[in-house]
């Protein structure tokens, strides 16, 4: 097991606004409640308790932009060597093992031709002093939901009496994904005479499982449409068999007079996978990279970019990428276990952790798994392709301020993920999820206590 490192953050600037905390204590605490207010007014619920952020984490400007740049590179050249591939289904297969008749279905000429396909990026990763740890490539994520939440996030920090007493321009330091997000879109749509029109694609199995989320999860896709209308896009939240291609070639949603500009993938999609024949008959329009004559944004060959593609890509020449002699970003030791390995799996279960490759969440962290789920959970993953095993890394340490009990502020030690969002190749915020200091956490679904705050890069 790792030993503990701290999260690379600018401590000047830390200690500079940990005074300015202490010394406007009262007036924080009162923005936290009436922010808190305010935003339940646009219907959005923020987390509370130790769970609302008080600052953001101050990283470097110019290793964030590296990250960015390099993965984005990274995904180019992996997109490349399977689009080499694109017409070998048994070699897609062995590399990429979807589940069984997924990439039969696919059109993955089109769908790793797509523009769309690398306009943003929303990784989930360790930062350390020396590199970023790519564990999770979260590819298909429902990016909608968490770059609204930094929204929120934001709005806070530009009314904070700690960053005003500081005289720090919030709107420098801090980039704003959703912001990102609206231009990524715009980029997208169709050339249209009137103002554009986005379909909003989440499967109906997957909305099932998303109303029964937190509320705030549906909370932040409807405030997201309002935001979207308001800078005069109209959105449309569709369903799979909503969405037709009329006999020119238009992509309509049913019941509409008007064709959309834009599909839009709001979840991961994975339940696509579940009845891959269906893209070939009533649900063939979304196999490739467009939906008539409009772009998918992003193309289900997304499918193929989760846990279980870390593998493959790991492997690629050119891996880890370097800036200099001093910082990398590197890809998490990943694999698909198999029998021969379930004896190193068993004896040396603190170092690894037991994931999902393709579909779902279940994640097992060896260090904090009773030794009996872990023999069950590796004897399905060593018998399938269903699991990976991924090398267990201690998330970096840092201190950040809580409000305990809603209006004592304290100083705890947690543990940091970084999730930087990537347009074009270009960091553009980030979101950064932690928890109070401990071995072993699983940050999705969220544990007691867990907060999510942004970066502030200098």
């Known amino acids: 097991m790792s030993r503990v490192a701290q999260l690379p953050e600018d401590q000047e600037r830390v200690r500079a606004f940990d005074q300015a905390l202490k010394r406007n204590r009262s007036a924080v605490v009162d923005l ?141 330091g801090i980039q704003r994904p959703f912001l990102g997000y609206v231009q990524m879109i715009r980029s997208l749509v169709r050339p249209s005479t009137g103002r554009p029109r986005v379909a909003l694609l989440a499967h109906s199995y997957e909305w099932d499982t998303i109303l029964g989320y937190p509320r705030r999860v549906v909370q932040q896709i409807n405030y997201a449409r309002k935001r979207l209308k308001a800078d005069g896009i109209d959105t449309f939240l569709v369903h799979e068999t909503d969405i037709t291609v009329d006999a020119r070639g238009k992509a309509r949603i049913r019941g509409e007079r008007r064709p959309v500009d834009l599909v839009l993938m709001i979840t ?44 493959f890509f790991r492997a690629m020449k050119g891996l880890p990428l370097r800036d200099g002699k001093d910082f990398r970003v590197e890809i998490a030791e990943t694999m698909f276990p198999s029998a021969k390995h379930t004896a190193t799996l068993l004896n040396q279960q603190n170092d690894w952790v037991l994931k999902k490759a393709f579909d779902g969440k ?85 544990p007691e206590g867990m907060g999510l705050t942004t970066a502030f890069t200098c």
């Open 362 to 446: 279940d994640t097992h962290v060896g260090v904090s798994t009773a030794g009996r789920l872990w023999k069950r959970v590796l004897d399905d993953a060593s018998h399938t392709k269903q699991y990976v095993a991924q090398r267990y890394a201690s998330m970096p340490r840092a201190r950040m301020p809580v409000l305990i009990d809603d209006k004592h502020l304290e100083w705890l030690d947690v543990r940091v993920e970084l999730s930087p969002f990537i347009f074009e190749g270009r960091f553009g915020g980030a979101l950064a999820r932690y928890a109070p200091d401990a071995e072993g956490l699983v940050l999705s679904p969220p």
């Open 32 to 172: 936290v409640h009436q922010h808190r207010a305010d935003w339940a007014g646009r219907k959005v619920t923020m987390l509370e308790r130790v769970g609302f952020p008080l600052r953001p984490f101050f990283l470097r400007s110019k290793q964030v932009g590296f990250i960015a740049s390099a993965l984005h590179d990274a995904f180019g050249k992996l997109f490349a060597r399977l689009a080499a591939h694109a017409g070998d289904r048994r070699w897609l297969q062995r590399n990429i093992p979807l589940a069984p008749g997924v990439w039969d279905v696919l059109d993955v000429k089109g769908g790793l031709s797509a523009d769309s396909l690398r306009k943003i990026l929303r990784p989930d990763g360790f930062l350390y002093p020396d590199k970023y740890l790519l564990t999770e490539i979260n590819f298909g994520n429902g990016i909608i939901v968490s770059n609204t939440y930094t929204e929120g996030v934001f709005d806070f920090f530009a009314r904070s009496p700690a960053f005003r007493a500081l005289g720090w321009d919030v709107d420098a």
């Open 268 to 311: 991961i999609g994975t339940s696509f996978m579940d009845e891959p024949h269906r893209l070939k008959s009533d649900l063939l329009p979304l196999r490739g990279a467009k939906v008539g004559d409009v772009r998918l944004a992003k193309p289900l060959v997304s499918l193929a970019f989760d846990k279980g593609t870390l593998p």
